[in-house]
């Protein structure tokens, strides 16, 4: 049966329930300012003493059956720092000591004097590192692919001018020893010029320049140049052309053909190169197998021109800053001027992150209620994009959570009230002895 003792337990369990409650808000509150915080949420259960049964069951009161974090997304504050990240949508960012991973949404994060992008408490940060094996690992901003430092494929986009003379006599000849036709004489021939600075495999540059002869009706003749200093054994005079890789013809130049509407006919088949020539460099480089593709190139009665040129030679150069892509490629600006892919941050999802345990430094660490971690990257899947130059605010309302305390602070005070009440009910039946 019940009686009034079930009251006075009733209101104990009231007040605990309601002080763990009080303590989860006051937990909220101090991390308002804390990047990448979670607003916590107390969730109450009622309690049932013994065995139950009728319409005259009383319960024993409440307690706290879980504190539950709410994933919404925070705002984002503009900071203008690169390595402030934030992610718009799913997911979290992998940080990791030795063996140990966690998972978060702060992220401030920063380089180590090793190089190594980290968060505030020294942690790796995780991700796909260019020149890794597939797998998440440490990202390190001074490690740049080596195999990138020598210029392999380059290719050029531009329009040739129908309307130039057409050449009467054959193109100069370069490769007299020692030579004897100029930079001049071939600008004379040609109808147009353009070059491009490429590496070698040491890093130093080397300037090869390109000629388009008008060699018929809708036919270009391009060749690739570089100067005599550069590749000849013991050279005796400078700033002279020389052809690239002469001895196969197949190799230094390229027919470029085209229709009646000034497209190119019979390109390359995919994949292939307009001029594939070798480069024996003197200095002690290691010879270039240099790639070229004339692509996209057309014939028009208008000014030749060249619309773009890329090569995908990076050189040596020190890491001077650091951009972030929505897609977490992270890409180092080099002192040359070129650019170098790093890598491309990591991104982790569980099929409950409400079941991550929160173990403090703005960390969650995997638990059996959350699964097993689900690895991506930024902008794939259900992964969210990385937003460079800001970081998540807390999710924290301020307003909301000193609602929330005056509503506790009730239950708490009228959950006293009732043990004081039922003291002075059994002060009462005493007196009746």
């Not at 605990?16 to 990047?35: F, L, M, R």
């Not at 690992?137 to 003379?165: C, K, Y």
């Not at 002279?240 to 130049?253: F, K, Q």
């Amino acid at each position: 049966m019940p009686s009034i003792v079930n009251g006075l337990f009733a209101g104990r369990s009231g007040i605990a329930s309601h002080g763990a409650a009080i303590a989860v808000v006051g937990d909220n509150i101090s991390n308002a300012s804390t990047i990448g915080y979670k607003a916590s949420r107390a969730e109450f259960e009622d309690l049932m003493a013994g065995e139950t049964s009728g319409r005259t069951a009383v319960g024993s009161g409440s307690s706290l059956a879980a504190v539950s974090t709410v994933f919404e997304q925070g705002t984002f504050e503009f900071t203008g720092r690169p390595l402030d990240l934030s992610i718009d949508g799913n997911g979290f960012f992998v940080v990791a000591k030795d063996t140990q991973r966690y998972y978060t949404r702060a992220g401030n994060f920063k380089v180590d004097a090793a190089g190594y992008v980290v968060n505030q408490n020294d942690l790796a940060v995780l991700g796909f590192p260019s020149n890794g094996s597939g797998a998440l690992e440490p990202l390190n901003i001074n490690t740049i692919e080596q195999s990138s430092v020598a210029t392999t494929a380059v290719s050029i986009a531009g329009n040739l001018n129908a309307s130039d003379l057409i050449m009467s006599g054959p193109i100069p000849d370069t490769q007299a020893n020692p030579p004897v036709t100029t930079y001049a004489d071939l600008n004379n021939a040609a109808s147009y010029s353009t070059v491009v600075d490429v590496f070698d495999s040491l890093g130093q540059t080397h300037t090869v320049t390109f000629f388009f002869f008008h060699t018929g009706p809708n036919e270009y003749t391009a060749r690739a140049y570089v100067s005599n200093e550069e590749v000849d054994v013991n050279p005796t005079v400078s700033g002279y052309p020389r052809l690239i890789d002469a001895t196969v013809p197949a190799n230094y130049e390229k027919v470029i053909t085209f229709g009646g509407g000034g497209q190119r006919t019979a390109p390359p088949t995919a994949g292939a190169p307009d001029i594939q020539g070798t480069i024996n460099w003197n200095n002690g480089a290691n010879p270039s197998t240099l790639s070229v593709n004339f692509s996209p190139f057309t014939q028009y009665s208008a000014n030749a021109n060249i619309l773009s040129i890329t090569q995908d030679g990076k050189g040596i150069g020190a890491v001077t800053d650091v951009r972030i892509s929505d897609n977490g490629q992270i890409s180092a600006l080099l002192s040359n001027g070129q650019s170098a892919l790093i890598g491309v941050v990591g991104l982790v999802n569980f099929a409950s992150p409400e079941g991550l345990s929160r173990i403090g430094k703005n960390l969650l660490a995997q638990s059996t209620s959350s699964g097993e971690p689900i690895v991506g990257r930024p902008t794939s899947g259900t992964f969210g994009a990385v937003k460079s130059g800001s970081v998540e605010l807390s999710t924290v309302d301020i307003a909301s959570e000193f609602v929330k305390v005056i509503t506790l602070q009730r239950g708490f005070q009228a959950s006293s009230r009732i043990i004081t009440t039922i003291n002075q009910l059994l002060n009462e039946i005493i007196q009746l002895a």
